[in-house]
């Protein structure tokens, strides 16, 4: 049945994507981009399965700026939260 052919398949791809997401999390752990306390393989799920309803929004024609605002609002959960007295010494 195409099921047997298409479901392994499909998992296989599924596994390679979440693997670069992990590896991409994990790296920007290690930058100090992404909160270190973040568990990458969860994480990755989850930005996965955002994906996809950011595709379906796109295909369903909402406004730009909405799926703007959906994309930040998921990119900030995983930022690093640096103390706003580091972050002004920083800055200077």
Do not use: H
């Given at each position: 049945?195409?099921?047997?052919?298409?479901?392994p398949r499909y998992r296989?791809?599924?596994?390679?994507?979440?693997?670069?997401?992990?590896?991409?999390?994990?790296?920007?752990?290690?930058?100090?981009?992404?909160?270190?306390?973040?568990?990458?393989?969860?994480?990755?799920?989850?930005?996965?399965?955002?994906?996809?309803?950011?595709?379906?929004?796109?295909?369903?024609?909402?406004?730009?700026?909405?799926?703007?605002?959906?994309?930040?609002?998921?990119?900030?959960?995983?930022?690093?939260?640096?103390?706003?007295?580091?972050?002004?010494?920083?800055?200077?």
């Amino acid at each position: 049945a195409i099921e047997d052919e298409l479901w392994p398949r499909y998992r296989q791809l599924q596994q390679a994507v979440l693997g670069q997401i992990e590896r991409a999390l994990r790296r920007g752990q290690g930058e100090g981009v992404f909160d270190p306390a973040i568990d990458a393989e969860e994480a990755a799920i989850g930005i996965l399965g955002a994906a996809y309803m950011i595709g379906q929004t796109q295909f369903e024609g909402k406004p730009k700026r909405e799926i703007d605002r959906y994309i930040e609002t998921l990119v900030d959960r995983f930022r690093a939260r640096v103390p706003a007295r580091q972050a002004a010494v920083g800055s200077v």
